[in-house]
């Protein structure tokens, strides 16, 4: 049995367990936090190629073809060469940017080697994918600034020192303009503006600048440079990702595999992808009460989703506790739980995501409301005309937007809370209700109950003064 099997049959004994016992759920996170540094290279190729391929949305041309490049370098007595580009483009960093690192970590361990491009030259021309307009130019000491910040975030789930950091100034700057114009003659326009947000951009009239359109030239002239095995990427990358293997091709070089990775859901369960502009998101440096906690607030369908992005777990494993889940067997809230505490390990450690998760217990898993310390507080009187949505997006912060508050109603994770002497009376608001006076929504569902009210939005709560 592989290292891998080994820690499998222990992990899924722990998963068949009561993992509402912290004692279960700390002997769990000790088990898989440690494949985070589990040698893997006593796997077969074809399994290796089966557990990159687990966590990827396209292996390119094809899940045998990485099995069959792996076992030929393997007799080679080497590794793959893999390469993933980074443009650092921004200072904050989530848990969306670090989905790709935990793969290219899982090619560390297999055995492989890793050559990350820091776009030091793409990252003044900015990378249009998925844009609706151009991207804001960098200088060099933007490029600095975030390149050091990304990597100290990133760090708990990726080996810096075993890679290999190459800046593509170094052979994109020299290129010349008759270069250029001799290589770009041999692409055709066609294949250049195929991409749906061209496409998009153009019929909007938002207008594409050359150096926009070049950008899957320049990027496919890294693969180029360092003739890689695999290339990754995320799936909107797809067309920059076979540039380079065109361009491998003309080249006379051996086409690169693409292996791309899917796009992380935000927290708020609206499909956006997670970023910072849509308050949606897990940033990385965050304290880790607070990383617990945005994770407990996510809906439960983005437990599959986050499971395969941030943990070590196998198909299997994912399978057996969503059954658990949907058989009832499990409350799909000690799922959670378990989520994350495995991102908080691998932040911050073991010790620390059992701390975050009696913490968490300690604050919202209390009979009383009115036992919770530090409760915000909402003034019915100031606030009670404007409306719920109103009040949980400018005045609470507990929703990036309205929308977003009407979409929690639409889910049921809205409500009114009473608690008097008779104990809690929960009103479950309506998505119209979200659109409506805060005070006169109270007025109506709580008008015979008294007693303390509380406005509760997902895991948020706030207490509703002077009604």
Same mark, same amino acid.
């Given at each position: 049995m592989t290292r891998l099997g080994e820690s499998v049959a222990r992990a899924s004994t722990l998963l068949s367990a009561d993992l509402s016992s912290d004692a279960t759920v700390q002997e769990l996170l000790k088990e898989t936090g440690a494949r985070r540094y589990l040698d893997l290279t006593d796997l077969p190729a074809k399994e290796q190629a089966e557990l990159i391929a687990a966590r990827t949305v396209e292996v390119l041309p094809g899940v045998e073809k990485l099995a069959e490049r792996i076992e030929e370098r393997r007799a080679a007595g080497r590794g793959l060469h893999i390469k993933l580009g980074i443009d650092p483009t921004a200072t904050d960093?989530?848990?969306?940017?670090?989905?790709?690192?935990?793969?290219?970590?899982?090619?560390?361990?297999?055995?492989?080697?890793?050559?990350?491009?820091?776009?030091?030259?793409?990252?003044?021309?900015?990378?249009?994918?998925?844009?609706?307009?151009?991207?804001?130019?960098?200088?060099?000491?933007?490029?600095?600034? @975030?390149?050091?910040?990304?990597?100290?975030?990133?760090?708990?789930?990726?080996?810096?020192?075993?890679?290999?950091?190459?800046? @593509?100034?170094?052979?994109?700057?020299?290129?010349?303009?008759?270069?250029?114009?001799?290589?770009?003659?041999?692409?055709? $326009?066609?294949?250049?503006?195929?991409?749906?947000?061209?496409?998009?951009?153009?019929?909007?009239?938002?207008?594409?600048?050359?150096?926009?359109?070049?950008?899957?030239?320049?990027?496919?002239?890294?693969?180029? $440079?360092?003739?890689?095995?695999?290339?990754?990427?995320?799936?909107?990358?797809?067309?920059?990702?076979?540039?380079?293997?065109?361009?491998?091709?003309?080249?006379?070089?051996?086409?690169?595999?693409?292996?791309?990775?899917?796009?992380?859901e935000g927290t708020d369960g609206t499909g956006a992808k997670m970023s910072k502009s849509k308050g949606n998101y897990v940033g990385l440096s965050a304290p880790a009460d607070d990383v617990f906690g945005k994770i407990m607030s996510v809906p439960d369908r983005l437990m599959e989703p986050y499971l395969k992005a941030w943990t070590e777990w196998t198909d299997e494993e994912i399978a057996l506790v969503l059954g658990r889940v949907a058989d009832r067997s499990m409350h799909p809230m000690d799922l959670k739980k378990v989520l994350a505490g495995e991102v908080v390990t691998a932040l911050y450690g073991l010790d620390a995501a059992m701390a975050a998760r009696a913490?968490?217990?300690?604050?919202?898993?209390?009979?009383?409301?009115?036992?919770?310390?530090?409760?915000?507080?909402?003034?019915?009187? $100031?606030?009670?005309?404007?409306?719920?949505? $109103?009040?949980?997006?400018?005045?609470?912060?507990?929703?990036?937007?309205?929308?977003?508050?009407?979409?929690?109603?639409?889910? @049921?994770?809205?409500?009114?809370v009473v608690e008097g002497e008779g104990g809690q009376q929960a009103v479950v608001l309506a998505e119209a209700d979200a659109a409506r006076p805060l005070g006169e929504v109270l007025a109506e569902k709580l008008a015979d109950s008294p007693g303390v009210a509380y406005l509760k939005a997902g895991r948020k709560l706030a207490q509703l003064e002077g009604r």
């Amino acid at each position: 049995m592989t290292r891998l099997g080994e820690s499998v049959a222990r992990a899924s004994t722990l998963l068949s367990a009561d993992l509402s016992s912290d004692a279960t759920v700390q002997e769990l996170l000790k088990e898989t936090g440690a494949r985070r540094y589990l040698d893997l290279t006593d796997l077969p190729a074809k399994e290796q190629a089966e557990l990159i391929a687990a966590r990827t949305v396209e292996v390119l041309p094809g899940v045998e073809k990485l099995a069959e490049r792996i076992e030929e370098r393997r007799a080679a007595g080497r590794g793959l060469h893999i390469k993933l580009g980074i443009d650092p483009t921004a200072t904050d960093v989530h848990l969306g940017h670090a989905v790709p690192l935990i793969i290219l970590s899982r090619f560390q361990r297999l055995g492989h080697d890793v050559t990350l491009i820091i776009g030091d030259f793409t990252a003044k021309i900015g990378d249009p994918s998925g844009r609706t307009a151009e991207r804001p130019p960098l200088t060099d000491e933007d490029i600095a600034q @975030n390149l050091a910040t990304y990597r100290e975030q990133v760090r708990p789930f990726f080996d810096f020192e075993k890679v290999s950091f190459r800046q @593509n100034s170094e052979w994109l700057a020299p290129y010349t303009f008759p270069e250029l114009l001799a290589l770009l003659a041999q692409v055709p $326009a066609s294949q250049l503006l195929q991409r749906e947000d061209f496409r998009n951009r153009l019929a909007a009239g938002s207008g594409l600048t050359m150096t926009e359109l070049l950008y899957p030239i320049a990027q496919g002239l890294d693969s180029v $440079a360092l003739e890689c095995d695999v290339e990754l990427g995320g799936s909107d990358q797809l067309l920059n990702l076979q540039m380079g293997r065109k361009l491998m091709e003309l080249r006379g070089q051996r086409p690169q595999l693409v292996v791309t990775m899917p796009l992380i859901e935000g927290t708020d369960g609206t499909g956006a992808k997670m970023s910072k502009s849509k308050g949606n998101y897990v940033g990385l440096s965050a304290p880790a009460d607070d990383v617990f906690g945005k994770i407990m607030s996510v809906p439960d369908r983005l437990m599959e989703p986050y499971l395969k992005a941030w943990t070590e777990w196998t198909d299997e494993e994912i399978a057996l506790v969503l059954g658990r889940v949907a058989d009832r067997s499990m409350h799909p809230m000690d799922l959670k739980k378990v989520l994350a505490g495995e991102v908080v390990t691998a932040l911050y450690g073991l010790d620390a995501a059992m701390a975050a998760r009696a913490g968490f217990v300690a604050q919202f898993s209390k009979k009383s409301f009115s036992d919770v310390e530090s409760l915000p507080s909402v003034d019915v009187a $100031a606030h009670g005309a404007e409306t719920v949505a $109103a009040v949980l997006t400018t005045v609470l912060e507990f929703t990036p937007s309205a929308s977003a508050a009407r979409r929690l109603a639409k889910q @049921n994770a809205l409500r009114l809370v009473v608690e008097g002497e008779g104990g809690q009376q929960a009103v479950v608001l309506a998505e119209a209700d979200a659109a409506r006076p805060l005070g006169e929504v109270l007025a109506e569902k709580l008008a015979d109950s008294p007693g303390v009210a509380y406005l509760k939005a997902g895991r948020k709560l706030a207490q509703l003064e002077g009604r």
